[in-house]
C-alpha cells in the first residue's frame, strides 16, 4: 500500500481566520491525506510540529497579512534543522505583488481567495510526488 | 381566536386554479436545469399564492411595526422617522492613524464610529509579545494602554457620536472597553452619556476564532457577563454586547443557525445576569445584535423578520418580561465579506450594494458596507468612501426608506420566514437539549456545526452549483489588477516605542498591584470591570491584564479539527 501524504495545515500567527485552513484540510483528509491541524502557531512551533509529525508538506494559511513576514521563516527554519525536503503552501489573501516574493522566498506554491479545492488536492499530490491514495 | 387572512373557500378556489395553471401553462415550460433553493437550502417554489399563507393570522403574526412580534420593524415608524446608523467599520496600524481615518468618515456623513482592532488586541496581547510581531496593525487599529485610547478617540465628540467596539473576543473587550470608558471618565464625560456598542461575544473567542490557548469558555462567558452587569448599572446607553452573528456566518454557517445561536446566546447570558440578582429588564433592552447581509436577497429578509418574531416570542415565555423594548431585536448588519471575491473586485460594490438593500428591506438599525477592496486588503480612503456612499444612494436615492416593512405580506417572503422560524426554533431546542450554548461550545459542537457548512458551501461552489461571478463563471484569464492595494503604515516600532516609555514611566508597585488585584478578582468570582476601569488608568496593560486572568482561568485548547 502506498504511503499516505502527510500534510501539517497551521494558520499562520495571530490571524483569527480559520474558515479557508479548516475547509481545505477537511479536502485535503476527504481526498486521502493525513491531516494534522495546528490550528494558530508561530514558525518556531510549526516546524517543530512538522518534524515531529513527520509530514511531507506544511500547508499554511493566513488572511491577516503577515505571510511576507511569517512564511520564508518556516522555510528558513526548515532549512537550518535539515529538513528542507519537507514542502511548504501558502493559501489566503495575498495580494498579486506578493505571490512572486513568496515563490522566491521558497514556497512553492501559493493559493489565493477563490482557488478551487480540486485545484489545491491536485498540487499537493504533485508536490508530495504522489497519488493521493 | 385566530383569524386567517383568507377564507377557506376562496383559498379551495385559488388552489383549484392554480393547480390547472400548473398543469396547463407552466409545465408546458421548460425551467432551468437547475435546484432552486436558498443559499441556506430552503426550497423555493416556482410561485407562492395565498393559499401559503393560509393559516396566517395577521395580528397574530406580523402585526404592526413598534409592537409584537415586531416582525414589521422594532420601531414604529422605521426610516420615515430616522435613517439607520451609517456605521462604516474601520481601523488599521496605529491609533495615531485609525484616528484619522474616523475623522475623515465622519466628515463625509457616516453617523456612527465602527471601531475594529488588531489580531494581537483582539487576542489580549501587547504589541511587543514576540508572538504578536507579525500581526500588529493588521486587520484593525493597535491599542496596548489607556493612552492610545486617548490618541484613538482625540478630537472625536464621543459623547454625540456612538461608537461600536468591536472587540469581538470577551478577553479583548473587558480590558478595551475599560479603557473606553476610562478615557470618557477622564474627558469629563460620565458614562450614562456614552451611547455605543461592544462586541463582548464569548462564541468569537471559543467557536468562531479559535486558537489554541484561548481562555475555557466559561470564564469567557464571565467576562462578557461582567460588562453586562456592570453597563446595566452604570452605562444604560451602552449596549454591552453584540452577539455576533456576523461572524459565525462569516465562518461558514448557515442563515438560521446564524439566529439561533445569537439568541441561544442572548438567553445564555439572560439566565447569567438573572442569577447574579438582576431584573431582566434591566438589562435585556441593551442586548443588541449583529448580522450578516450574504448572497441570498429573500432569504436574508426573511432572516431579520424571523428573528425578530423568534425572539419576542421566545424571550417572552422564556422570561415573561414586562418591558417590550426587552424583546425587541435590534440589529446592525455588516455585508458578507466573504461573499467578496479578489478577482475582478470593483464588482465587489455591486454585490455589496445588494447586501445592504437587503438589510435595509430587512428593518437593520445599523449597517455597515463591505469596501470593494477587502478580499484584497485593508480599504483604502477611497473604497471605504464608496462603500459609505452606497448607504447614502441606498437611503437618499432609492425610495426604500418610504414606507415600513415594504416586502411585508409578499407570499413567498412570509412562506420563507415562516420556514426560517421553524428551522431556528428547531436549531434552539437542540442548544437547549445540550444544556445551553455555554456547554455547547465546550463539546466543541457549535464550532463542529460551523466548519460542517462551510465545508459543504465550498463544494457547492467548487461544483458551480453555486455561481460566484469572476470566481466559477465570468472569469478574465490574466486579469489584470484594477484597483490600488491599501498598506498598513508602520506600526509595530510605535507601538514598541509607547510600550518602551510606558513601563518605564509608570510606578512599578501600583502595576503590580493592580495585577494581583485583577487575579485576585477572578479568584473571588467579581465583576472585573468594576475594577478596570480604575486599573487602567494606572498605565497596566492589555497584555498584562490577560496574563493575570489566564493565570487564574488557565487556557483552554479548543478541538481544532
Redesign the interface.
Not at chain 1, 11 to 19: F, T
Not at chain 2, 209 to 212: D, E, L
Not at chain 2, 375 to 378: D, F, P, Q, W
Given at each position: 500500500m502506498e504511503k499516505k501524504i502527510r500534510i501539517l495545515?497551521a494558520?499562520?500567527?495571530?490571524?483569527?481566520?480559520?474558515?479557508g485552513s479548516?475547509?481545505v484540510?477537511?479536502?485535503l483528509r476527504d481526498a486521502g491525506m493525513e491531516?494534522i491541524?495546528?490550528?494558530?502557531?508561530?514558525p518556531d512551533n510549526i516546524v517543530r510540529m512538522a518534524l515531529q509529525e513527520d509530514v511531507d508538506i506544511i500547508g499554511l494559511s493566513s488572511l491577516?497579512?503577515?505571510h511576507l513576514?511569517?512564511a520564508p521563516k518556516v522555510v528558513k527554519l526548515l532549512k537550518k534543522e535539515k529538513a528542507g525536503d519537507i514542502k511548504v503552501i501558502f493559501g489566503g489573501?495575498v495580494?498579486?505583488d506578493d505571490i512572486p516574493k513568496l515563490k522566491k522566498a521558497g514556497i512553492v506554491e501559493v493559493f489565493?481567495?477563490?482557488s478551487?479545492?480540486?485545484k489545491i488536492i491536485e498540487s499537493v499530490t504533485k508536490i508530495a510526488g504522489g497519488s493521493a491514495n | 381566536m385566530a383569524k386567517s387572512l383568507f377564507n377557506d373557500d376562496a383559498v379551495d378556489m385559488i388552489r383549484t386554479k392554480r393547480e390547472a395553471w400548473r398543469k396547463e401553462i407552466y409545465e408546458c415550460r421548460r425551467e432551468m436545469p437547475k435546484k432552486f433553493e436558498t443559499l441556506s437550502g430552503f426550497a423555493v417554489k416556482p410561485l407562492y399564492t395565498p393559499e401559503d399563507l393560509s393559516s396566517m393570522d395577521y395580528l397574530r403574526d406580523l402585526g404592526f411595526p413598534g409592537v409584537e412580534p415586531f416582525i414589521r420593524g422594532v420601531q414604529p415608524t422605521m426610516y420615515r422617522g430616522r435613517t439607520w446608523t451609517h456605521r462604516q467599520l474601520a481601523g488599521f496600524g496605529p491609533p495615531e492613524e485609525t484616528n484619522k481615518r474616523y475623522k475623515f468618515l465622519l466628515k463625509q456623513g457616516a453617523t456612527g464610529i465602527n471601531g475594529v482592532f488588531d489580531?494581537?488586541t483582539?487576542?489580549g496581547?501587547d504589541s511587543d509579545d514576540?508572538?504578536?510581531?507579525?500581526?500588529v496593525g493588521?486587520?484593525g487599529v493597535s491599542i496596548d494602554s489607556v493612552k492610545d485610547m486617548n490618541i484613538l478617540f482625540d478630537g472625536i465628540p464621543i459623547e454625540e457620536v456612538s461608537v461600536s467596539l468591536v472587540t469581538?473576543q470577551p478577553i479583548c473587550n473587558i480590558s478595551v472597553q475599560s479603557m473606553y470608558f476610562a478615557n470618557a471618565l477622564d474627558r469629563g464625560i460620565p458614562l450614562d452619556r456614552l451611547a455605543g456598542t461592544s462586541q463582548n461575544d464569548f462564541l468569537m473567542e471559543t467557536a468562531v476564532?479559535?486558537?489554541?490557548g484561548v481562555l475555557p469558555p466559561a470564564a469567557s462567558f464571565k467576562l462578557s457577563c461582567d460588562a453586562i452587569e456592570f453597563c446595566s448599572k452604570f452605562a444604560p446607553r451602552w449596549n454591552p454586547i453584540s452577539f455576533a452573528g456576523y461572524n459565525y456566518r462569516?465562518?461558514?454557517c448557515t442563515a438560521p443557525q446564524e439566529v439561533a445561536f445569537v439568541i441561544a446566546n442572548a438567553i445564555a447570558c439572560s439566565q447569567e445576569m438573572i442569577r447574579r440578582g438582576l431584573e431582566f429588564d434591566s438589562f435585556a433592552p441593551r442586548l443588541s445584535f449583529f448580522l450578516s447581509a450574504h448572497n441570498d436577497f429573500f432569504e436574508e429578509i426573511a432572516k431579520y423578520r424571523a428573528a425578530r418574531r423568534v425572539y419576542s416570542k421566545t424571550i417572552q415565555k422564556q422570561f415573561g418580561s414586562k418591558d417590550p423594548r426587552s424583546r425587541m431585536f435590534r440589529f446592525h448588519v455588516q455585508t458578507a465579506g466573504?461573499a467578496l471575491?479578489?478577482?475582478q473586485p470593483l464588482n465587489n460594490i455591486a454585490r455589496a450594494a445588494y447586501h445592504a438593500m437587503a438589510a435595509v428591506l430587512g428593518g437593520a438599525q445599523s449597517v455597515h458596507v463591505d469596501a470593494y477592496d477587502e478580499?484584497?486588503?485593508?480599504p483604502t480612503e477611497l473604497s471605504s468612501l464608496t462603500a459609505l456612499r452606497t448607504q447614502q444612494i441606498l437611503q437618499s436615492e432609492t425610495g426604500v426608506t418610504s414606507t415600513v416593512d415594504p416586502l411585508g405580506g409578499s407570499y413567498f417572503l412570509e412562506s420563507l420566514t415562516n420556514a426560517m422560524e421553524e428551522e431556528i426554533d428547531r436549531i434552539l431546542e437542540a442548544i437547549d437539549g445540550m444544556g445551553g450554548i455555554v456547554k455547547a461550545a465546550e463539546k466543541g459542537w457549535i464550532h463542529e456545526e460551523i466548519?460542517a457548512a462551510?465545508?459543504k458551501y465550498?463544494?457547492a461552489v467548487?461544483s458551480g452549483e453555486m455561481p460566484?461571478v469572476?470566481?466559477n463563471c465570468h472569469q478574465i484569464e490574466d486579469e489584470k489588477?484594477p484597483i490600488e492595494?491599501f498598506s498598513?503604515p508602520e506600526t509595530l516600532g510605535i507601538q514598541r516605542k509607547k510600550l518602551r516609555q510606558l513601563r518605564k514611566q509608570r510606578k512599578d508597585a501600583e502595576v503590580e498591584k493592580t495585577l494581583d488585584a485583577v487575579s485576585r478578582c477572578c479568584e473571588r468570582n467579581e465583576n472585573l470591570m468594576e475594577l478596570l476601569i480604575g486599573a487602567v488608568k494606572v498605565f497596566v496593560t492589555e497584555g498584562e491584564i490577560s496574563k493575570a486572568m489566564k493565570r487564574v482561568y488557565g487556557v483552554w485548547d479548543p478541538p481544532?479539527?
Open positions: 495545515i494558520r499562520l500567527g495571530m490571524d483569527a481566520h480559520w474558515r479548516i475547509v484540510a477537511k479536502a491531516i491541524y495546528g490550528g494558530n502557531q508561530n491577516s497579512g503577515n513576514e511569517l489573501t495580494a498579486p489565493g481567495p477563490g478551487s479545492l480540486k | 489580531y494581537p483582539l487576542r496581547y514576540p508572538d504578536a510581531a507579525a500581526d493588521r486587520g469581538c476564532t479559535i486558537a489554541p462569516e465562518a461558514g466573504v471575491t479578489a478577482q478580499a484584497l486588503c485593508v466548519s462551510a465545508y465550498q463544494w467548487e460566484i469572476g470566481v489588477l492595494l498598513i481544532l479539527f
